[in-house]
């Protein structure tokens, strides 16, 4: 069964260091988000990308964040210049088409030391 | 804007015992999509079910059945025959059909954690 991957598993970096964190969705999904979950607390929206651009981003996505899908299987976050705040498990997710139920990957946990 | 409302932080129950999770929404859409996820330990989200706003037929899937009604704006999750594999937290989530050209985002409820005793 096709399944959305992430790598890496676990990512531990330094407050001020750039990261990317890299998500392959399902090959034939045209839908692609980014969420993170804090440690105990609720899924949050991030953004969503289609057909190469940014679809919609919340208040979270801000400058620091960055979404590309440099080649057609990988779909990468890139947080700048990280804080001890960015700490969390970070799902990718792919969808078919509109409104489709999402497939979440096993996520990124990501530590901000 | 829309809101999901998981109002049972946790519930524990012993195995065999049937359960129900609770869920309220709100959105201003008439057209509008609800999920339920689930979160094992291992920390993946698997989905579960997908419900459109047109269709409040409600639906079991084997030991699952979910209880849709939009007078009430509640999506409920009821486990039959509870396992201890069913332990996990779980998720409800909303999303709004838009207009126009684009996605549809997830707005996740707290969660609901399941603790299944042996």
């Known amino acids: 069964e096709p399944e959305v991957t992430q790598t890496p598993s676990h990512q531990v970096t330094q407050m001020g260091q750039e990261v990317i964190l890299r998500c392959v969705p399902i090959s034939n999904h045209l839908y692609f988000y980014w969420y993170r979950q804090i440690l105990g607390q609720k899924v949050e929206f991030l953004v969503s990308f289609y057909n190469n651009e940014i679809s919609e981003k919340s208040e979270i996505f801000d400058d620091q964040f960055s979404v590309e899908r440099p080649d057609g299987s990988n779909f990468t976050l890139k947080i700048r210049s990280t804080k001890l705040e960015d700490s969390a498990m970070y799902f990718c997710?792919?969808?078919?088409?509109?409104?489709?139920?999402?497939?979440f990957g096993p996520g990124t946990r990501l530590t901000v030391t | 804007a829309q809101k999901v409302t998981q109002a049972q932080t946790e519930i524990s129950v012993v195995e065999k015992e049937d359960v129900t999770l609770d869920c309220v929404y709100e959105?201003?859409?008439?057209?509008?999509?609800l999920f339920w996820y689930k979160q094992p330990p291992s920390g993946e989200l698997v989905f579960l079910i997908r419900?459109?706003?047109?269709?409040?037929q409600n639906e079991i899937s084997g030991r699952y059945s979910w209880n849709f009604q939009k007078s009430t704006s509640s999506f409920n999750f009821t486990i039959t025959a509870s396992q201890v594999v069913d332990s996990a937290v779980y998720f409800c989530a909303l999303s709004e059909a838009i207009s126009n050209f684009g996605n549809e985002k997830l707005t996740f409820g707290t969660g609901t954690r399941l603790t299944i005793i042996p």
């Open positions: 997710a792919s969808s078919e088409g509109r409104a489709f139920e999402q497939y």
């Open positions: 959105t201003r859409d008439t057209t509008y999509y």
């Open positions: 419900r459109n706003s047109f269709d409040e």
